[in-house]
């Protein structure tokens, strides 16, 4: 059974600060891992989508890559703003079928 | 529409009362999926459709949940005979096809509260 596990479950940083948000999963046989980002009583946004082949993706300043033999992958936030405080998640496919297997999230705080 | 959209945005209801929730994809979208987010950021994933056919189900409780995806009407959650563990954030996402890449958009969610 895949479980997903986000480490640590809180953060604050001061701004400007760049930092590194990690998750790990059990099995290493994912299709896909996604990143979002998810403000208090909002919905998910989603950040970063890596593919099962790839090592890595970009986006201004956030940079996730994925390490499927050791079953971890990291977002990097270089540069952080009060703007990025947020909750970020991971989540992994589940098999063929495309339903998302999410951690519990990171809880970051970025003080100006 | 480009975004995912959830009605209603708030819900409340007496235990045993039923709860319906609806969802609109985004254009185009033909996968729908629904997930349930309760305390301490822990998602289930409950249903996905493939336009009106249910694609997989295996996280539905079954004996009151229902879900359907008619055309032209938006995606509805029913919840028979609620309990207060139903209270929880229900969340749409929607995707343009079925495989790892394609990403799933995601609503703003419906907060189901059950008194």
């Known amino acids: 059974k895949q479980e997903v596990t986000q480490i640590p479950a809180a953060l604050s940083v001061p701004e400007g600060e760049n930092l590194v948000l990690n998750c790990s999963f059990t099995d290493s046989a994912i299709y896909n891992l996604q990143w979002f980002r998810q403000d208090p009583g909002k919905g998910l946004t989603s950040l970063l989508l890596i593919q099962s082949s790839q090592r890595e993706q970009t986006s201004g300043r956030l940079n996730a890559s994925l390490d499927k033999s050791s079953g971890r992958s990291t977002l990097y936030i270089a540069a952080s703003q009060p703007g990025d405080s947020a909750t970020y998640l991971c989540?992994?496919?589940?098999?063929?079928?495309?339903?998302?297997?999410f951690g519990k999230g990171t809880k970051l705080s970025v003080k100006p | 529409g480009e975004e995912v959209a959830q009605t209603p945005k708030h819900l409340v209801r007496g235990e045993g009362q039923k709860a319906k929730l609806y969802c609109a994809p985004i254009k185009g979208h033909s996968y729908v999926f629904w997930y349930q987010q309760v305390l301490k950021n822990e998602f289930k994933f409950l249903i996905s459709f493939q336009n009106e056919n249910v694609f997989d189900e295996t996280g539905m409780p079954k004996e009151r949940f229902s879900a359907k995806c008619l055309p032209n009407s938006p995606c509805s959650l029913e919840i028979q005979a609620t309990k207060l563990e139903d209270s929880a954030v229900y969340f749409c996402?929607?995707?343009?096809?079925?495989?790892?890449?394609?990403?799933?958009?995601f609503g703003p969610g419906t907060r189901l509260t059950v008194t």
């Open positions: 989540a992994v496919w589940r098999g063929s079928q495309g339903n998302l297997i």
């Open positions: 996402a929607s995707s343009q096809g079925q495989g790892p890449i394609y990403e799933q958009y």
